[in-house]
Each structure stands twice: as structure tokens, then as C-alpha cells.
T-cell receptor, first 116, second 115 residues
């Protein structure tokens, strides 16, 4: 069975500084990896995904994520944080090739707080 | 933009009452997922459907919860009888298979409070 670990419950960063939200995964075979963001009183919103190919994936709102197969990690990054980036971030994984639908396994979420 | 629509957005009711939550998936999507989110347990998968057929509802308390898809445009999640511990935000998401690399799209949830 697959799993996702987000080791930090909360990440604090100053506006304008780079941010990193960490994610490691465990899956049999190759993974599809996703990042979602949740703003207060809203559903999860898709940010970006890794399928295959380039290990650096670019997504919405200036976010990017780096896939590292040897470290089984998929960390979310942004070069310059904004106060409006403050939200709850979820990493998710799905094994490539499994049938039955696109069921995802989610991490527990990391609260990002960007301060002035 | 196409969106997943959930109704109602908020529901407050007394213990023992029946609660029905509705979800309209994105047109053309053939998988539907129900999640529950609480502070203590985080995001839990309750059930999911493919082409309106239930594939997995192992995350759902069977004695009081039921999930159905009467047609391709409507998914329902019912709780009967409701209990205070059911208080949570319930999310519906839809997706498209085949295409396991496609993301799920979430609605904005139903915030349920059982008094």
C-alpha cells in the first residue's frame, strides 16, 4: 500500500523569501504525484503534478516541485513567498498503472504561514 | 471553469436526524469520491465510484452512512441517524479515467454540525 509523509505540520516563512514544503512517499512501482492547496472554507485545489520526464514540475501561482526518485521525495517550492500563499498544502500519490479509478493517497497536510 | 458543486454548503441539525449531502460532478467525469475532513483525523476517503458503480466504501461506517449515484450528474451521501461525531466537512471530488495522471477536482464541501 502507498503512503505519503509530510513531516512538518506548519512552515513559517517571511514574504519574499523562498519556501519549501516537504513530501516523501512510498509506493510500489512508479508514482504519479500531486500537490493541492486548500484555502479556508474551500475545497482542495490542484496545483501541479509529476507524471514522467523532467524532474522539475511547474504549476499554478509560481509554485514548482522537484521529483527525486532516489530520495522518494516531491518537495513543493516557490522562489518568493507571498502572504496570499498562506494556506494548507497536501501532497498525494497514486501508483502508475493500477486499475479501479484514480484513487489518491493524501498526506496529512502542511500549514504554510507567510508573514510580512 | 467547470466545477464540482456541493449542496448544502452548511448544515446544522440535531442528533438522530437524517442528513443528505449532494454533489454534482464535473460533466463528463466518471469517478466520484467522498471525503471527510476533521482536525483530528485530517482528510479521510469514505467512498468512491466509477461509472456510477461503487468501487470502495471501506472507509465509511456502514451502519449509518450510505452513498449512491442515482445518475451521472448526482452523487449523494446520507447519514441516518446522525451523531455528534459526524460533525465534519464533507468533500466530493470528481475525476476522469482512464488517465490516472489526471487530478481529482474538489467541491467546496458541506460543513456539517450535529448538535
Amino acid at each position: 500500500a502507498q503512503s505519503v509523509a509530510q513531516p512538518e505540520d506548519q512552515v513559517n516563512v517571511a514574504e519574499g523569501n523562498p519556501l519549501t514544503v516537504k513530501c516523501t512517499y512510498s509506493v510500489s512501482g512508479n508514482p504519479y504525484l500531486f500537490w493541492y492547496v486548500q484555502y479556508p472554507n474551500r475545497g482542495l485545489q490542484f496545483l501541479l503534478k509529476y507524471i514522467t520526464g523532467d524532474n522539475l514540475v511547474k504549476g499554478s501561482y509560481g509554485f514548482e516541485a522537484e521529483f527525486n526518485k532516489s530520495q522518494t521525495s516531491f518537495h513543493l517550492k516557490k522562489p518568493s513567498a507571498l502572504v496570499s500563499d498562506s494556506a494548507l498544502y497536501f501532497c498525494a500519490v497514486r501508483p502508475v498503472g493500477t486499475g479501479g479509478g484514480n484513487k489518491l493517497t493524501f498526506g496529512t497536510g502542511t500549514q504554510l504561514k507567510v508573514e510580512l | 471553469d467547470a466545477r464540482v458543486t456541493q449542496t448544502p454548503r452548511h448544515k446544522v441539525t440535531e442528533m438522530g436526524q437524517e442528513v443528505t449531502m449532494r454533489c454534482q460532478p464535473i460533466l463528463g467525469h466518471n469517478t466520484v469520491f467522498w471525503y471527510r475532513q476533521t482536525m483530528m483525523q485530517g482528510l479521510e476517503l469514505l467512498a468512491y465510484f466509477r461509472n456510477r458503480a461503487p468501487l470502495d466504501d471501506s472507509g465509511m461506517p456502514k451502519d449509518r452512512f450510505s452513498a449512491e449515484m442515482p445518475d451521472a450528474t448526482l452523487a449523494t451521501l446520507k447519514i441516518q441517524p446522525s451523531e455528534p461525531r459526524d460533525s465534519a466537512v464533507y468533500f466530493c471530488a470528481s475525476g476522469l479515467v482512464p488517465g490516472g495522471n489526471q487530478p481529482q477536482h474538489f467541491g467546496d464541501g458541506t460543513r456539517l454540525s450535529i448538535l
